[in-house]
């Protein structure tokens, strides 16, 4: 039987994927987790097989989560589920130690299949995931979020996602101004000078979609 826990801040979200995984035989929903820090928790309280995990989630976030459970957890199995495909994040969440990508607008085959692979120790890139990396390869637009590093990347997100500076540092265990240094380093590498700027640049290169954007 393979324990999945699902890690997504929508409730709707997580009711439909147990709906859908509940009535396989070889799969069971054992947790569900709406921040980074519940799903790092219940990974040590629960041990899933395997996590279902969306990027972009309030507290410390999904990356950061996803770094957390596979340095500290390794018999742990992240799939990431999620809204949002684009280049630089899916490298970042790829080094963070994620063995699978999948997108939100899959259906519900390809995902039970990739829950089957993950848990069989093979990688699982979705279908159009792969094509929208091919096809941002192809088009050859630079990607300034690539200059980024993990933890820039990181706190990007979370200030796109309207936390405040105080939440972002309390969550990481980081004094505010090193925080705001950040801010300002990702600003510098950007060529932007201010939050606004900063999501309007990670809503064209996908990294965030328009309902996330109007609900921070």
Same mark, same amino acid.
């Given at each position: 039987?393979?324990?999945l826990? @699902?890690a997504?801040d929508h409730?709707?979200?997580?009711?439909?994927?147990a709906?859908? =995984?509940n009535?396989?035989c070889?799969m069971? $929903? @054992?947790g569900? *987790? *709406?921040? +980074?820090?519940s799903?790092? *928790?219940?990974?040590?309280?629960q041990?899933p097989?395997i996590v279902?995990m969306?990027t972009?989630?309030?507290g410390i976030? +999904?990356l950061?989560a @996803?770094?957390? $459970?596979?340095?500290?957890m390794?018999d =742990?199995?992240? &799939?990431v589920l999620?809204?949002h495909?684009?280049?630089?994040?899916a490298?970042?969440i $790829?080094?963070a130690?994620? /063995?699978?990508f &999948?997108?939100k607008?899959?259906?519900?085959?390809?995902?039970l299949?990739? =829950?089957?692979?993950?848990?069989?120790?093979?990688?699982? $890139?979705?279908?159009?995931?792969a094509q929208r990396?091919?096809?941002?390869h192809?088009?050859?637009e /630079?990607n300034r979020f690539?200059?980024?590093?993990?933890?820039?990347?990181q706190i990007?997100?979370m200030v796109v996602?309207g936390?405040?500076v105080c939440? =972002?540092a309390?969550?990481?265990h980081l004094?505010s101004?090193?925080i705001?240094?950040y801010?300002?380093?990702?600003?510098?590498?950007?060529d932007?000078d201010?939050?606004v700027?900063l999501?309007?640049l *990670? &809503?064209h290169?996908g990294l965030?979609d328009?309902?996330?954007a109007?609900?921070?």
């Open positions: 039987m393979i324990k826990l @699902i997504d409730h709707l979200v997580r009711t439909s994927i709906h859908l =995984i009535q396989e070889d069971t $929903i @054992i569900e *987790a *709406a921040d +980074g820090e799903a790092v *928790a219940q990974c040590r309280g041990r097989d279902l969306d972009h989630m309030p976030g +999904g950061e @996803i770094r957390r $459970i596979c340095r500290g390794s =742990i199995k992240v &799939l999620t809204a495909i684009e280049g630089s994040l490298r970042h $790829i080094e130690g994620a /063995a699978g &999948l997108s607008s899959a259906y519900h085959h390809e995902m299949d990739a =829950i089957r692979h993950v848990f069989h120790g093979r990688r699982y $890139i979705g279908h159009s995931v990396l091919a096809l941002t192809v088009a050859g /630079a690539n200059q980024l590093s993990r933890r820039e990347l990007a997100l996602n936390q405040r939440d =972002i309390e969550h990481l004094s101004k090193t705001n240094a801010r300002y380093r990702v600003f510098a590498k950007l932007i201010s939050d700027k999501t309007h *990670a &809503l290169h965030v328009g309902f996330d109007i609900n921070a």
